[in-house]
C-alpha cells in the first residue's frame, strides 16, 4: 500500500496523457510527509494503475450537453486511493488536497474544453487480510554501512 | 458520486452488448426517486464503466457444464453501485432492485443459454477524502430565468 | 460471492502466465474449507478476473532499480478478495495463506528476477444491497435423485 486505481471512460485516451497523470501522481504520493516530517508512504509501496472502460455510459449520454453547444463526448475520471488504516485526518486531508491538485492541474485544459467529471476519493482499506512480497521494498531501504 | 462499475469475463463480449447495458443501467439510475420524490442521483454524476476481464478462471473451469451438457464456457459478471453515504436503506433497496431488474431483463437470454453468473452488489462510499470537480455537473443545473 | 480482482502492471503479461495464475487461484478457494470441514466458497460463486492496467507508475519509476543493477521495468501485482461477510477470523487467515501461497509460488521466479511488489488483501463486503442471478449455481448443486 498504497495504491491509486483510476477508472475512465476509454474517449479520454484520446484528448489526455494518462501515463503523464500515473507519474505526476506517483511524484506527488512520493512527495507526502506527515506531521514528523516522515514521508507518509514507502517509495516501493507506491502504484498508480489506469484503466479505460471498455464501455461506459456517462449522465444522459450527451444531450444535455449538444443543447449547451458544448458537444456531447463526456468524459469521466475516478481516482481512488486505497492506503493503510491508522493515519491521522490531516494526512488524509494533506495527501486527498495535493492529489487533488495534481489532477486538476493535469485536467484543467479537458475541464475547460469538454464536459468532463474527474471524482476523487481516499478510502481506508478495510482488509481484514493482508500479505506482502516484494522485491521492490528493499531498493529503498538504506543498507547498513559498512566501515 | 454515484458510479457503477462492471467487472466481466471477456467472453461475454461476444455474446452480449455490454455497451447497451451501461445505457440502460444509467437510465435507470437517472430514474430513482427518493421518498420525497427528487432524484436520487444528479444526472451529471452517473456514470457505468464496464470492464472484461483479460485473464479470469470461473469455478471449476468447465467441467460440470460440459457434464451437464451446457458447454463449459462459464461467463461472470459482477455489478458494484457505490453510492454516497446517508441514503436510507428503503433507497438502496429500491435502487437495488431497479438495477437488478434492469440486468435481470438484459441478461435472461444469455442466462437461459449458457452457465452465467450475474451478481450486483451496491456499497457506501467510506471515503475519508472526497474531492470532485466538473464540467459536466453544470449542464444539469438549471441555470437562473432572466425576467 | 466471493470473488478475486488481480490489477498488474501491463508488463507483466510478457513475463509471467497470468491466465494459469488465476486458474491457480481459483483451484486454490475451490480447495478452503472451514472449522467443520464444509467448503467456504460455493463453487458456482468463484471467479479470478485479471487486468493489466493500460497505463502505470510504480515507485520512482526505474531509478533506484537501475542503481542497483536489477533494471528499471518495476511491475506490481495487485490481488484482492471480496467475500461475503460472517466468516470467523481463522477462515480469513487460512484463506489468506492458501491463496498467499499460490500466489508466493507463481512469483517466485520473477520476484527474484526484477523488482515487483506483490500485494494480496481480503475485504468481507460492505454491501448494502445485494442480488444473484445465476444460471452457473445450480450446475453445482446436487439433484434429488430419482428411485
New interface residues.
Given amino acids: ?1 498504497p ?1 491509486l ?5 476509454g474517449n479520454l ?1 484520446a484528448v489526455t496523457d ?2 503523464a ?3 505526476s ?2 511524484d506527488t504520493m ?1 512527495a507526502v510527509r506527515d506531521e514528523a516530517d516522515k514521508p507518509v508512504f514507502p ?19 450527451g444531450a ?2 449538444l443543447a ?1 453547444g ?1 458537444g456531447g463526448d ?1 468524459g ?1 475520471v ?1 481516482l481512488n486511493l486505497r492506503m493503510a488504516r491508522g493515519r491521522s ?1 490531516a494526512v ?2 494533506d ?3 495535493r492529489l ?1 491538485a495534481t ?2 492541474a493535469h ?1 484543467a485544459p479537458l ?2 474544453r ?24 528493499p ?2 531501504t538504506a543498507p547498513p554501512r559498512s566501515g
Same sequence: chains 1, 2, 3.
Fill in positions: 500500500m495504491h486505481v483510476i477508472l475512465y471512460t485516451d494518462m501515463a497523470l500515473c507519474r501522481l506517483a512520493l517509495p516501493g509501496g507506491i502504484r498508480v494503475l489506469a484503466y479505460p472502460a471498455a464501455h461506459s455510459a456517462v449522465a444522459d449520454g444535455a450537453g449547451a458544448q463526456y469521466f475516478y485526518a488524509h486531508a495527501t486527498g488536497r487533488e489532477a486538476k485536467f475541464l475547460a469538454q464536459p468532463v467529471g474527474v471524482t476523487l476519493q481516499i478510502d481506508e482499506g478495510p482488509e481484514v487480510f493482508d500479505a506482502k512480497n516484494s522485491s521492490l521494498h531498493l529503498f
